[in-house]
T-cell receptor, first 110, second 115 residues
Framework: DQQVKQNSPSLSVQEGRISILNCDYTNSMFDYFLWYKKYPAEGPTFLISISSIKDKNEDGRFTVFLNKSAKHLSLHIVPSQPGDSAVYFCAATDTDKLIFGTGTRLQVFP | ETGVTQSPTHLIKTRGQQVTLRCSSQSGHNTVSWYQQALGQGPQFIFQYYREEENGRGNFPPRFSGLQFPNYSSELNVNALELDDSALYLC??????????????FGAGTRLSVL
């Protein structure tokens, strides 16, 4: 029973365009949502987070949007760069643990 | 400031054996969590330690056990290895200041193969 779902296993975007990665969740009690980026042979790297009481958080090229009524969040990357090519994980906090989605592989091509 | 380091990077064991994985937390971080990441999946929470006490456990059997030491380094022990234990094991640490948000900083992981 997956509480955090990333239904798109992969996404391909041209350099300079917007990348939109989506995530759905089932538990309305989650307090925080986080996005992590993972390169091969490295651990996940924290990217950006959002509190459940907010609907938007922005950090440079990265913006996360939260729609609580739809139990949906999305990560926007503008403009996309080749170095953004990685696997992106959405995660939710449940007391002291993180619950991760299965990830979306983003490829940014020139 | 050093990040989270894990050792070894790769390990091959046979079914039924026992394994110990090690993690050195980021300086100043007093909480450590362990995750298992199977191929094509997201990391799955195993357990967390805070100030040397287990502080939460995921849906893993008792043959998965851990320790946290006074210097906040940590071990994950797995007994009676099964083929399905083959995975990437990730250690993550977090400082007290970010416990509420549960922002965790990950090591590169140990790739365990059980034959």
């Amino acid at each position: 029973d997956q509480q955090v779902k990333q239904n798109s296993p992969s996404l391909s975007v041209q350099e300079g365009r917007i990348s939109i990665l989506n995530c759905d969740y089932t538990n309305s009690m989650f307090d925080y949502f986080l996005w992590y980026k993972k390169y091969p042979a490295e651990g996940p790297t924290f990217l950006i987070s959002i509190s459940s009481i907010k609907d938007k958080n922005e950090d440079g090229r990265f913006t996360v949007f939260l729609n609580k009524s739809a139990k949906h969040l999305s990560l926007h990357i503008v403009p996309s760069q080749p170095g953004d090519s990685a696997v992106y994980f959405c995660a939710a906090t449940d007391t002291d643990k993180l619950i991760f989605g299965t990830g979306t592989r983003l490829q940014v091509f020139p | 400031e050093t990040g989270v380091t894990q050792s070894p990077t790769h390990l091959i064991k046979t079914r039924g054996q026992q394994v110990t994985l090690r993690c050195s937390s980021q300086s100043g971080h007093n909480t450590v969590s362990w995750y298992q990441q199977a191929l094509g999946q997201g990391p799955q929470f195993i357990f967390q330690y805070y100030r040397e006490e287990e502080n939460g456990r995921g849906n893993f059997p008792p043959r998965f056990s851990g320790l946290q030491f006074p210097n906040y380094s940590s071990e994950l022990n797995v007994n009676a290895l099964e083929l399905d234990d083959s995975a990437l094991y990730l250690c993550a640490s977090s400082p007290a200041s970010e416990r509420a948000k549960n922002i965790q900083y990950f090591g590169a992981g140990t790739r365990l193969s059980v034959l």
